[in-house]
């Protein structure tokens, strides 16, 4: 069966082999909190990402939305702060 990995759900099955489900789209019945967010874990964990928590003064807030990388409307928005905290910190490691 070809399903292309964008449209396909990898994980091991209680046999211990590897199986997919395809498809996961919007359409399908909606994940648990806690079923997504084991699905977000598997995935940074395949793509050797990790999370971190960081603390970030008001002043280094600033200097994300003065350097555009975060909205000003969103200088109390936590999910915006770490992606524009991540951008800022991939540019500055990788150019």
Same mark, same amino acid.
């Given at each position: @069966?070809?399903?292309?990995?964008?449209?396909?759900?990898?994980?091991?099955?209680?046999? !211990?082999?590897?199986?997919?489900?395809?498809? @996961? !789209?919007?359409?399908?019945?909606?994940?648990?909190?806690?079923?997504?967010? @084991?699905?977000?874990?598997?995935?940074?964990?395949?793509?050797?990402?990790?999370?971190?928590?960081?603390?970030?003064?008001?002043?280094?807030?600033?200097?994300?939305?003065?350097?555009?990388?975060?909205?000003?409307?969103?200088?109390?928005?936590?999910?915006?702060? !770490?992606?524009?905290?991540?951008?800022?910190?991939?540019?500055?490691?990788?150019?």
């Amino acid at each position: @069966m070809d399903v292309p990995v964008a449209d396909a759900e990898y994980f091991l099955n209680s046999t !211990g082999a590897h199986a997919f489900v395809a498809g @996961m !789209g919007p359409s399908d019945k909606p994940r648990s909190p806690g079923a997504e967010r @084991m699905r977000l874990y598997r995935r940074r964990r395949r793509s050797n990402s990790r999370v971190a928590r960081v603390e970030i003064a008001a002043t280094e807030i600033e200097e994300l939305v003065k350097r555009g990388y975060l909205d000003p409307k969103d200088r109390a928005d936590l999910s915006e702060i !770490g992606l524009a905290a991540s951008a800022c910190l991939s540019d500055t490691l990788w150019g």
